[in-house]
């Protein structure tokens, strides 16, 4: 199994740019999340997915979009790149509810200039 | 809301014992986690409390009180490799979906 998998590793956009950060799971499991990472902070939800179909929002969901129409996959759009959303965003996944271990995949390091 | 507190810094040396403690505040508790992050990689599972007492894995057990609303991680033996961010976690939102984490814990293990 290759885990949980996120394209592309790190990305410089310009303020205003819009794109997909992608995330994918090959474990079948049920919950997804995107979290962002800003230096010196802890892990903060954007949103989070308990399946195929159903999605909510986080701690910081503002300035995000997400979709889930597979178990596997579970994109973050950002819809107009802010300098203030310049971070590391880890997505992760687990089994399902009554399951506490989560797996985070290796993370994107995302600029806006 | 929900809201988790732990220290920002602990230093120890190699073979000692550090605990670090984490205390919460949240609707809908569902259980506390633990977790491990090195240099800014992928954070990785260490340990989960459900109920009231001591979980042990290897050199490193995790306890709760959830009268208290409090939990800590116990590492043993420190190593440096040790050395890392330390995450508390717990569950709750729709469905337990929701994993929110406190704004980490640095060791620093020192020989």
């Known amino acids: 199994n290759a885990g949980v998998t996120q394209t592309p590793k790190f990305q410089v956009l310009k303020t205003g740019q819009s794109m997909t950060l992608q995330c994918a799971q090959d474990?079948?499991?049920?919950?997804m999340s995107w979290y962002r990472q800003d230096p010196g902070m802890g892990l903060r939800l954007i949103h989070y997915?308990?399946?195929?179909?159903?999605?909510d929002q986080g701690e910081v969901p503002n300035g995000y979009n997400v979709s889930r129409s597979t178990t596997e996959d579970f994109p973050l759009r950002l819809l107009s790149a802010a300098p203030s959303q310049t971070s590391v965003y880890f997505c992760?996944?687990?089994?399902?509810?009554?399951?506490?271990?989560?797996?985070f995949g290796p993370g994107t390091r995302l600029t806006v200039l | 809301g929900q809201s988790l507190e732990q220290p920002s810094e602990v230093t120890a040396v190699e073979g000692a014992i550090v605990q670090i403690n984490c205390t919460y505040q949240?609707?809908?508790?569902?259980?506390l986690s633990w977790y491990q992050q090195h240099d800014g990689g992928a954070p990785t599972f260490l340990s989960y409390?459900?109920?009231?007492g001591l979980e042990e894995t290897g050199r490193f057990s995790s306890f709760l009180s959830r009268s208290d609303s409090y939990g800590y991680l116990l590492l043993q033996e420190l190593q440096m490799k040790d050395s890392a961010s330390y995450f508390c976690?717990?569950?709750?939102?729709?469905?337990?979906?929701?994993?929110?984490f406190g704004q980490g814990t640095e060791l620093s293990v020192k020989p």
């Open positions: 992760a996944s687990r089994p399902g509810r009554d399951v506490d271990t989560q797996y």
């Open positions: 474990m079948n499991h049920e919950y």
């Open positions: 997915s308990v399946g195929a179909g159903i999605t």
């Open positions: 949240t609707s809908g508790f569902y259980g």
């Open positions: 409390n459900a109920l009231d």
């Open positions: 976690a717990v569950r709750e939102g729709n469905q337990g979906g929701k994993l929110i």
